[in-house]
């Protein structure tokens, strides 16, 4: 008998003229909500179809005729000039924004920029006497009247940003012509003000619209174009683009100093997160959020007194509104979206504290092209194997933690041309509704402790890390992984020690950088805590650079622990150990086939400890090592790159760390391109295949008794679990 086909949890993205196409899509797709994207509209006739409604708006850039009217309250960010050597002493002429995009930025002509602006000698650090600069607002150009030859000076000035960054990437992306889109600052009152009226009068004028969908709120992570549109700079969780001369008095009154703007310029790094954050900055981001909050709060309020209900999209304009900072509940949202890459971006949305919807847009976006500019909804494109390869990096995290509904954004009149497209949109959405409608979104089987990776954001980064991206990296093997994972800082560890729910902790990074740590290993408090931790049973897992700080004759500053340690240059005069033995019968690399490949070429670790075990690589070029430290354990990754492999030679190395090796074969599925879960309180179990080839896996149950299964190609195959335990022997 035909079981009925599920429906439901689907966001359309929909447009006028296509009404004959959304009705088909409506039902080939189960879809209950259908929404309008960027540069569309919804006709009467779509929104009168009976699926629920939602409006996007972006408050910012909703408004070109006021943006165009008031151009000195359009947003600003800082800008460092691209370094340039004084050939001779005495007059300096730079060019500030050479190099940069005329189109997106323009020089704040409007704020004395002797006030704001630092020219910077960055030979040595010193900033010039403003009575010893000038800047030429017709050539663009400040004079320096003081060089030194051979010193090198920046300029960091203030600018208006006349192309919206959102707007720009749309258009260049689809080629769009037309008029560009400047965003204003809500921080300007008489913006602020016009903008909630404005937000009154388009709640009056949708009246069908159920969801306001804010796409997203005021303040884009920073994107910086160059002359030729080029990207030279890209942060996703930075505080760059919510800069103006009127934030940075406020600033000093609320403070009681003032923000340099070399404390945002940062000597060109612009306060990456991948950089250890300083206080100014902290403050910063603080100042930032306390306005955004306040403001928001309006926006949404005004939303509910209209019978609506606010959705937030956690992209493009986000900045201040970080879900996992404490407060967010108290903003109101009745459900939060986001962009669905990976695993890792799954978790991000899933994760989030509080009882609202959570929705993830899947990829691909209905664009002509993707994010690597690679044809996608083109003739010569492949928009199904575009779709396959995130969706199968999704579905791992999708078994830990369900959101409670999927969607695509774009273009509909791009998808309606790729028929098989359309047919594994159609199967995709069925293996999510089967998710939810099998495990009733309760959690999963876990097998241990938590897993907590310590960086210096914590949980207000919570599965936002940006080292390496966009390569494989631990965070997206732990999206999938049978245990909860936590998000500690080091101010955590500092104020409160260790949690007792921690079993193992990972730190897992480039050293210097705010993954690794830092200067923050020689705090005595940090390095006695973790050791204190580890030589009590927890375990702990270093990956790439961890722990790596240059201080008291040590790099790694828990080499102790870990058995190894790395050469920088320092100890090159120094014996190594040379031992070359590798344990090939370690637990850990038990289901090793070939050679251990985790992204690292060569190494410059060493075997520091007589009594470390070395798993892959050689004792002067470590790749795999583990140790124990008291009664705990700890194993060292040169790196990790996310494959089949490399998941299960971490999966294994935090049972190991945990002391849950015999734990392994507990609802565990042994080929390294499946996984499985068990789900005690629905008695449900899946197990999946990862690859697009047939694969049979051995599969346990909770008594460690197995059965063997045979996978078609990204099949998902359910189990009650009377059907599994039968199966067992």
């Known amino acids: 008998m035909k079981t009925k086909k599920r429906t439901g949890h689907f966001t359309l993205p929909a447009q006028a003229g296509m009404d004959k196409e959304v009705k088909m899509f409506i039902e080939k797709w189960g879809v209950d909500a259908i929404r309008d994207s960027d540069g569309t509209t919804l006709s009467p006739e779509i929104v009168s179809m009976g699926p629920d409604v939602y409006s996007t708006i972006c408050l910012i850039r909703v408004d070109q005729e006021w943006a165009k009217s008031h151009p000195d ?59 010893k600069w000038d800047f030429h ?164 309020a005004k939303v509910h007194a209209a019978g609506k209900k606010a959705i937030l999209f956690f992209c493009d304009h ?120 099998r495990t009733k979104k309760t959690k999963p089987y876990t097998l241990l402790k938590k897993v907590a990776i310590l960086d210096c954001w914590g949980k207000a980064r919570s599965w936002m890390h940006n080292d390496n991206w966009p390569q494989g990296h631990a965070p997206e093997f732990l999206s999938g992984f049978m245990a909860d994972v936590k998000f500690v800082n080091f101010d955590d560890i500092r104020q409160r020690g260790i949690a007792d729910d921690i079993g193992v902790i990972i730190n897992w990074g480039r050293a210097e950088s705010a993954w690794s740590g830092g200067h923050h290993w020689s705090d005595p408090v940090v390095i006695e805590r973790m050791r204190e931790f580890i030589m009590n049973g927890g375990g702990f897992i270093g990956i790439g650079d961890p722990a790596a700080h240059d201080y008291q004759g040590r790099y790694f500053q828990l080499a102790d622990v870990l058995g190894v340690e790395k050469e920088i240059g320092h100890k090159a005069a120094w014996s190594k150990n040379i031992r070359s033995d590798v344990n090939c019968d370690h637990f850990i690399v038990k289901d090793v086939i070939g050679a251990i490949q985790l992204g690292v070429e060569s190494s410059s670790v060493y075997i520091s400890s007589s009594d470390a075990e070395l798993l892959a690589g050689t004792s002067n070029a470590v790749h795999l090592a583990t140790h124990t430290f008291g009664n705990g354990k700890a194993v060292y990754f040169a790196d990790y790159m996310h494959n089949g492999q490399n998941m299960r030679l971490l999966h294994r190395a935090i049972l190991w760390a945990s002391g849950k090796e015999g734990e392994l074969r507990r609802w565990f599925s042994s080929n390294i391109h499946t996984d499985c879960a068990f789900y005690p309180e629905v008695d449900e179990f899946v197990v999946m295949n990862n690859s697009e080839q047939d694969v049979t896996t051995t599969v346990f149950n909770g008594d460690g008794k197995s059965t063997f299964v045979n996978l078609k190609p990204l099949e998902m195959r359910w189990f009650t679990l009377d059907e599994i335990n039968r199966l067992c022997k």
């Open 73 to 131: 309250q359009c947003q600003q960010k800082f800008l460092m000039s691209f370094p340039v050597t004084a050939e001779r002493d005495g007059e300096l002429k730079i060019a500030i924004q050479k190099g940069y995009s005329n189109e997106q930025f323009q020089i704040d002509n409007v704020h004395a920029a002797k006030k704001y602006w630092e020219v910077i000698d960055r030979a040595t650090g010193e900033v010039i006497d403003p009575d």
């Open 318 to 437: 986000w900045i201040g509104t970080e879900p996992y900072l404490d407060g967010f509940e108290e903003l109101g949202f009745d459900g939060i979206v986001g962009p669905c890459l990976s695993g890792v971006e799954l978790r991000r949305i899933a994760d989030v504290p509080g009882n609202f919807i959570k929705e993830v847009r899947l990829y691909p976006y209905f664009f002509e092209v993707n994010l690597q500019d690679e044809p996608v909804f083109k003739d010569d494109g492949d928009p199904v194997k575009e779709c396959k390869k995130w969706w199968k990096n999704v579905r791992r995290a999708l078994l830990r933690r369900c959101v409670d509904r999927i969607g695509f954004g774009g273009y509909l009149d791009l998808a309606i041309k790729h028929p098989d497209f359309l047919d594994y949109v159609e199967h995709l959405a069925d293996e999510f509704r089967t998710v939810l409608d």
């Open 137 to 300: 607002n017709q050539s663009g150009e400040v004079v320096v009247h003081t060089a030194r030859m051979g010193h090198v000076y920046t300029v960091n000035f203030l600018v208006y940003q006349i192309w919206e960054t959102t707007s720009m990437y749309n258009y260049i992306t689809n080629n769009w012509s037309g008029e560009h889109q400047m965003g204003v600052d809500p921080r300007q009152p008489e913006t602020g003000t016009h903008l909630l009226q404005y937000l009154d009068t388009w709640l009056a004028a949708h009246p069908n619209t159920d969801y306001v969908r804010f796409t997203s709120m005021f303040y884009q992570f920073p994107l910086i174009k160059g002359e030729n549109r080029e990207t030279l700079y890209l942060d996703w969780s930075g505080y760059l683009d919510a800069m103006s001369a009127l934030a940075l008095d406020q600033f000093e009154q609320k403070f009681g100093y003032r923000l340099r703007s070399e404390d945002i310029v940062d000597q060109g790094y612009y306060c990456a997160t991948d950089r250890i954050p300083k206080q100014p900055y902290l403050d910063w981001m603080a100042f930032v959020q306390e306005f955004v909050r306040s403001y928001t709060k309006q926006c949404v």
